[in-house]
């Protein structure tokens, strides 16, 4: 029965490195696109492959990309409680490569005034130096409340920046 527990990050690692060791060429290649793709490794923006732990690629040692949170004001628990809520969001839905980082735009739609909107996101990979606009829809879903309370706690002006760094 497959571990459904979180593992040790060196634990981990160890194992995806013993598996590496073991397997042929064409059998590598997909391990190393599924561990990128489940965030248990990360691709540099030279296209090489990472073990999550590391700061600088193994190959060009460049840093890894979309590390830091940037945000207008200094919202503590709220910031962390949104990088929970987008975690766990994202957990649910395994589909596709997890994000190094998601940004939030500001909106005017709401009659209270300005305020981080819940579409429209950009999603940050490591391998790329650019936000990719996402048409995700975080409506109903905890993900917006976070944003409503950081909004309601200080609400952003025209400039401001939320981008939320999601570490593995």
């Not at 999550?52 to 503590?76: E, N």
């Not at 950009?122 to 993900?143: C, E, K, L, M, N």
Request: glycine letters at 6%.
């Amino acid at each position: 029965m497959p571990r459904t527990l979180a593992q040790p990050a060196t634990e981990t690692i160890a194992v995806l490195a013993r598996l590496l060791e073991t397997t042929q060429p064409h059998e590598q290649t997909v391990m190393v696109e599924a561990a990128i793709t489940s965030g248990l490794m990360w691709r540099c923006t030279c296209r090489a492959a990472n073990a999550p732990d590391l700061g600088l690629c193994t190959a060009c040692g460049k840093a890894r990309l979309w590390t830091v949170d940037v945000a207008p004001g200094a919202y503590g628990a709220l910031l962390e409680d949104l990088r929970s809520e987008l975690r766990e969001w994202f957990q649910d839905r395994p589909s596709g490569p997890r994000p190094a980082a998601v940004s939030f735009r500001i909106t005017t739609q709401y009659e209270d005034g300005p305020a981080w909107a819940i579409t429209g996101t950009s999603f940050y990979f490591t391998d790329q130096p650019h936000g990719i606009r996402h048409d995700q829809d975080f409506s109903r879903t905890a993900v917006a409340d976070a944003l409503t309370e950081i909004s309601e706690y200080d609400p952003p002006q025209t400039g401001d920046i939320l981008r939320v760094a999601l570490p593995r």
